[in-house]
């Protein structure tokens, strides 16, 4: 189990280091300031270390042990100062809770680092609401969304309930349930380029599952899914918005939805 973050001494607030991913920070940062503004509205204080990179899991997933101990070696010295770790993603924070330590098995001082760091590590929503305890956030949405479940979000972290909670409190906004929700989008980090044929109809079924709810815009918890979905929607034609549910939830879902261009901001979109 793990302990309750504790807070820093300066007024109770939580010190938290926000590990922003190399997907949000190379094609939707727009996902890490969500994160900023939530956790900053819980009542934390919240920091990015610029010594971040990658969490390591691709270097992991392709049997690269050297290259993921040294990432995972340099994410801990990056974050271990802090009362927390927190990531917009299920899969990146899944690396660090579950995997971090078991790549040192081997050395006993950095398996009690990579341990004290994975105690202490929370994707976004779960954080917010089982570690923070929030009920409520001040957003607005007008409109139909559904939700899909991220693999490791769902099955490392048991992610599940939590965004569901936090949605069905916002004024505007209509839940309509994924059919096959908990199921692959196709994307799997390596597996998507391993196997594309496969993936492809992962997706496939997934856009299809997504149809089918008739709403108006899909969320997630990883921008890995979001951005295969979006990339499947796009190429089969379909009229449905694509957000990171961090977006919706900090109330920054104004802007265009992920694979827009920039000039979709403008364009008036009719409530669904």
């Known amino acids: 189990m793990n302990e309750k973050p504790h807070g ?5 607030r939580l010190r938290v280091g926000l590990f922003v991913t190399c997907l949000v920070d190379l094609f939707r940062p727009s996902v890490g300031f969500a994160a900023v503004k939530l956790l900053e509205e819980a ?3 919240v920091e990015a270390p610029a010594a971040q990179t990658c969490c390591g899991q691709p270097a992991h ?27 917009p993603s299920g899969s990146c924070a899944g690396m660090i809770k579950h995997h ?3 790549l040192f098995n081997d050395d006993a001082a950095w398996r009690v680092r990579a341990e004290a ?3 202490k590590s929370f994707e976004l929503v779960s954080f917010l609401t089982d570690e ?6 001040a957003a607005r949405f007008d409109g139909s969304v559904t939700y899909h479940d991220s693999c490791a979000g769902l099955r490392e972290l048991g992610v ?23 199921i692959c989008c196709g994307f799997g980090g390596t597996f998507c380029v ?10 496939r079924d997934k856009t299809a599952d997504i149809g089918a709810t008739g709403a108006g815009t899909v969320l997630a918890g990883d921008l890995g899914c979001l951005l295969n979905i979006a990339g499947r929607l796009s190429r089969e034609g379909r009229s449905v918005e694509v957000r990171h549910v961090a977006e919706v939830l900090a109330d920054m879902a104004d802007g265009p939805a992920i694979g827009e261009p920039a000039a979709a901001k403008n364009r008036a979109r009719p409530a669904r």
């Open 100 to 102: 971090y330590p078991e």
């Open 8 to 12: 820093d001494g300066q007024g109770g």
């Open 61 to 87: 997933n392709s049997g690269d042990r050297r290259n993921s101990r040294a990432i995972a070696r340099q994410v801990i010295e990056a974050f271990e100062n802090f009362d927390a770790l927190v990531v």
């Open 43 to 45: 009542g934390c204080t």
């Open 132 to 137: 923070l305890g929030v009920e409520s956030v």
């Open 160 to 182: 599940r309930e939590q965004p569901r909670k936090l949605l069905g409190g916002i004024p505007g906004l209509r839940l309509e349930e994924l059919p096959g929700a908990d």
């Open 194 to 203: 391993k196997y594309g044929e496969i993936s492809t109809r992962m997706v």
């Open 117 to 119: 760091l994975a105690g």
